[in-house]
């Protein structure tokens, strides 16, 4: 990941991590918690653990 990317990618996972559930994110499989977005162009899939506030990102692919 190129620099300029990665730091849009990085100011776009800070605002994600602070609203997991929004920020035009969607449920996958109906599981309220494992979800999936577009940041910075990337499209990313991660996990929610409110018990814990902890956004784990499971796959990221970019082009």
């Known amino acids: 990941m190129g620099t300029p990317l990665r730091i849009r990618f990085d100011t776009a996972m800070q605002r994600l991590a ?3 559930y929004g920020q035009e994110s969607t449920a996958i ?3 309220r918690d ?3 977005a577009t940041v910075a162009g990337v499209a990313v899939r ?3 653990s409110a018990t814990v506030l902890t956004v784990s990102v ?3 692919v970019f082009v």
């Open 46 to 48: 991660y996990y929610v």
């Open 29 to 31: 499989q109906g599981d």
């Open 18 to 20: 602070a609203d997991p």
């Open 34 to 36: 494992r979800r999936e």
């Open 58 to 60: 499971v796959r990221v």
